[in-house]
Nanobody, 116 residues
């Protein structure tokens, strides 16, 4: 059974920074990433990263957020800088495998609130 656990959420003022971390159990995942969901809105992609380190970011966070992973530890992090109120959401970690063992695994989420 795969367990995905996020940490690092909290309250921060606009312009501030937070670092989210996620640990996933089991074998290595092809793709790991972060998604977020604000009240009344659908879940949206924030950033993803492949085993080889290729990244993909939502336009709204490019230049402000940086995703990274440690393949040996099966962890992924999201450094969030220059935070805006519109970044307020529950952030979910995702770990995915492709091919015949395809599967998506989700954490329970961590709240990020950006407010003055």
């Amino acid at each position: 059974q795969v367990h995905v656990v996020e940490s690092g959420g909290g309250l921060v003022q606009p312009g501030g920074s937070l670092r989210l971390s996620c640990a996933a159990s089991g074998n290595i995942f092809d793709l790991m990433g972060w998604y977020r969901q604000a009240p009344g809105k659908q879940r949206e992609l924030v950033a993803t990263i492949t085993i080889g380190g290729s990244t993909n970011y939502a336009d709204s966070v490019k230049g402000r957020f940086t995703i990274s992973r440690d393949n040996a530890k099966n962890t992924v992090s999201l450094q969030m800088n220059s935070l805006k109120p519109e970044d307020t959401a529950v952030y979910y970690c995702n770990a995915a495998r492709l091919g015949i063992f395809a599967g998506n695994y989700w954490g329970h989420g961590t709240q990020v609130t950006v407010s003055s």
